[in-house]
């Protein structure tokens, strides 16, 4: 396609209509999505969505390959573009009351009315226009700046304020530089003299994507993601340097389904009662109370409880499939007292109320539970107090951000991070079943370890771990572990030892070969809320590391399997099967012989103590910077293979962008 004045014309009626339908059906798509509707209403959206995204950018394509501008006339323009954002206007403030979802539509507005800008802006280089040495020189300024600007900043004499407004300077441009000089190339191409660069473009371009594509696929021995990297990288920037705007479709494409909320689970009927007969007339109504962190709450199902995974408001992200749920209807029990919430501490178990509360009308842990069961009954006592705590404390999230990311883990620096702050979780963790013990003294309480998550050292195509990572993961959870049975034992209260291993023996851990492993990995769930918090991609990764519904239910077949063999004898030498042989952590501590361990130990709150890997210890930033600073190495790799494919792609996709206009100017 030569270079030269192309024929301007209005804005067709099919353009508009096409563009209008294509912005609405996004609107639509979102909206849908941050309203949580049933799965039909989605797949409608979704429908639609595709439908118009195809209309849409077929009609860019046969325009440009036509050589016939698309939007000639602005203010009409304008108004195709304005009519979602007054849509989401009139959704936002009169339906939702909020301005959130209006904030998201001008946002999904702006994000196409830039790529329909650039469009613009490749037309003028088709008529001729030299805009690609203007933007060379800004580009070039803004580079220079941010140089300069690192240099200061190095040197403590900058501003950190002043970082993210000349990132975004210099990083802006770019897009528009590629597409320039994309359609430079292909119109050079595309001329006769430019035959023998075009046919070396597609055998370069070919070459290249297809190394990629083959190194993607023996790597994929290791990690999937890496070939799935790569295949988007294609993609994207395929559409992106033919100029076709598919790139911004898929895109939002992709932020409205991973925006989806699962769908929330009643409270009432499934966790408030276990089960659905009511309790026998004057027998008290027998009640296990689940407190704790995500291994109880259910983090990792596909279903939450409603209102429990709510984006800048309550994520304790309870599940009505999560393995203390389970328990309560084996043991056929009238009521769960669920209080375990995503993210607790120790702190947040037995801490003070309006000071160590996660989310706002949780409170502490103890004293919700305390309350809602005397609030049944006075003098009732909970049959089974059931518990997980420590992985928080001790440094988890972390764990999984450091050891588990790009690079080793086995490094002795990183690892003394974890393992000198286990002595500070013990001492947590002892005052923490005290003070549950001293809540509920007539009530046995059981606490379960963290189960292992790996089945081999080795690695697998679901875990793309390193070997070093994986031991230190195993070893560290068995010290954690450890520590959790040696507090047990000295405060009187139920280790559940079958829990560590429910993941291994049940081929339900990673890399185990039956293939459907227990245990999340990467996993990218939506969240509630506020439709900037919803479309976050910062929010969709909480469900990582977590045990499933397959990995619960496996942990609750552990738990009442251990509950089957615990046995004593009564007055009468009978012996006594199940629930009702458990003690109270007195009266165990007294018939196992075990001293009484202290009782002036520290309650864990802020006031306190604080420890390391909590809010202003020390261990989190640091674990956070070393891991920070063995990213480039571990990032070598599929940056370069990123790379690969993305040059090749862009080659390839000028090249062969070029042979079609060709062809269609060659005469019959």
Request: with cysteine; glycine share 10%.
């Amino acid at each position: 396609m030569a270079a030269g004045p192309v024929q301007p014309r209005t804005l067709r009626h099919p353009d508009a209509v096409r563009l209008l339908a294509f912005v609405l059906a996004v609107m639509g798509l979102f909206v849908v999505a941050r309203q949580g509707q049933t799965q039909v209403a989605m797949y409608a959206a979704f429908a639609a969505f595709l439908i118009t995204a195809t209309l849409w950018v077929r009609g860019l394509d046969a325009n440009w390959v036509d050589g016939q501008e698309d939007y000639r006339s602005w203010p009409l323009l304008a108004l195709a573009l304005a009519v979602p954002v007054v849509v989401t206007i009139l959704i936002g403030v009169f339906l939702e009351r909020s301005l959130s979802t209006f904030v998201l539509g001008a946002l999904i507005t702006a994000y196409i009315g830039a790529g329909l800008a650039i469009r613009k802006l490749r037309w003028r280089v088709i008529q001729g226009d030299p805009v690609a040495p203007r933007l060379f020189g800004w580009h070039s300024l803004a580079g220079l700046l941010l140089v300069a600007y690192a240099a200061l900043w190095l040197l403590g004499r900058a501003p950190t304020m002043l970082a993210g407004p000349l990132l975004v300077l210099a990083v802006v441009p770019v897009p528009a530089l590629v597409h320039v000089l994309s359609e430079r190339r292909i119109i050079a191409q595309s001329q006769p003299d430019g035959d023998r660069e075009r046919q070396l473009w597609i055998l370069g371009g070919a070459c290249a994507t297809g190394l990629s594509l083959v190194v993607g696929v023996v790597f994929l021995e290791q990690t999937r993601y890496l070939l799935i990297l790569v295949v988007v990288v294609v993609v994207l920037t395929w559409a992106f340097a033919v100029g076709s705007l598919a790139d911004i479709a898929v895109v939002l494409a992709i932020l409205a389904l991973m925006g989806l909320t699962p769908a929330s689970q009643d409270v009432k009927p499934v966790v408030l009662s276990a089960r659905a007969s009511p309790a026998k007339a004057g027998v008290a109504e027998p009640v296990v109370v689940s407190l704790g962190d995500s291994y109880s709450s259910g983090e990792g199902a596909a279903r939450y409880l409603d209102r429990t995974n709510v984006a800048g408001g309550n994520q304790c992200r309870r599940a009505a499939t999560a393995w203390p749920v389970l328990v309560a209807q084996a043991l056929d029990a009238h009521r769960l007292v669920f209080r375990a919430c995503s993210g607790a501490r120790a702190r947040n178990v037995v801490g003070r109320a309006g000071v160590d509360q996660q989310y706002a009308g949780e409170g502490i842990q103890v004293g919700h539970a305390l309350a809602e069961v005397k609030a049944a009954d006075p003098g009732l006592e909970p049959e089974l107090v059931l518990l997980s705590i420590g992985g928080n404390d001790s440094g988890f999230r972390q764990v999984g951000s450091s050891c588990l990311s790009l690079g080793s883990c086995d490094d002795t620096r990183v690892a003394a991070y974890f393992t000198d702050n286990l002595p500070a979780v013990e001492e947590a963790l002892r005052a923490t079943y005290l003070a549950i013990a001293a809540a509920f003294p007539g009530s046995p309480v059981a606490v379960m370890p963290y189960p292992d998550a790996f089945a081999t050292e080795d690695g697998c195509v679901r875990a793309p771990v390193e070997a070093g990572d994986i031991r230190f993961v195993r070893s560290f959870t068995d010290r954690l572990d450890d520590t959790i049975e040696k507090v047990a034992k000295e405060t009187g209260v139920y280790y559940v030892a079958p829990m560590r291993s429910a993941l291994t023996d049940s081929h339900l851990a990673l890399c185990d070969p039956s293939g459907t492993p227990g245990l999340n990995f990467l996993d990218l769930r939506g969240v509630g809320g506020a439709a900037l918090d919803r479309f976050n991609p910062g929010n969709w990764i909480h469900s990582s590391l977590h045990p499933n519904e397959r990995g619960h239910a496996a942990l609750a077949a552990a738990f009442t399997g251990w509950l089957s063999s615990q046995y004593r004898l009564d007055d009468t030498g009978t012996e006594i099967v199940g629930l009702p042989a458990l003690l109270p952590p007195a009266a165990l501590r007294e018939a196992d012989g075990v001293p009484a361990p202290p009782t002036d130990l520290p309650v864990p709150t802020r006031s306190t103590s604080t420890l390391c890997f909590e809010k202003g210890g020390t261990c989190g930033p640091e674990a956070d910077a070393w891991a920070l600073g063995r990213l480039g190495p571990g990032t070598v790799l599929p940056l370069l293979l990123a790379a690969l494919a993305a040059g090749g792609a862009w080659v390839l996709a000028v090249a062969t962008s070029a042979q079609r206009f060709r062809r269609r100017a060659a005469p019959p």
